[in-house]
């Protein structure tokens, strides 16, 4: 129990299903509160342990799919992973998805400044 905590990985190789869909609710709300412009959704995903030392492993986690009328998801996918603290998105169906399992609590609200950059932006 002390290695789940203390090791990051571990972290988030055992976060449950249920903390993680309640997690990306929290994130959601606060996106949805600096950015109404944006669409959310919790969704649903499959994240994989890794390549080299799980390659078939896949674990059940949930994340928010973000989109916004007039701006493709790889514009938003570029912004991002170029904003001041890089945000590391999925593309999937003209949406991206910020998977909570790879974010920390403390990483929510860079996460969410990430997007407050895209505000009244161009498309």
Not at 4 to 22: F, N, Q, S, T
Not at 76 to 93: D, F, G, Q, S, T
């Amino acid at each position: 129990e002390a290695s789940v905590k203390e090791i990051p990985v571990l972290k988030m190789i055992c976060a449950r299903p249920h903390e993680l869909k309640e997690r990306a609710g929290r994130l959601a709300d606060m996106l949805k509160a600096a950015c109404p412009d944006f669409h959310y959704e919790i969704e649903s995903c499959t994240d994989q342990v890794g390549g080299g030392s799980a390659p078939t492993c896949e674990l059940e986690g949930y994340g928010v799919a973000v989109w916004k009328e007039g701006l493709s998801a790889q514009r938003m996918e570029r912004k991002l992973r170029k904003a001041p603290v890089p945000l590391i998105v999925r593309v999937n169906h003209d949406r991206v998805l910020v998977d909570v399992r790879t974010l920390s609590d403390e990483e929510f609200l860079p996460a969410v400044e990430a997007f407050s950059g895209m505000e009244g932006g161009e498309s």
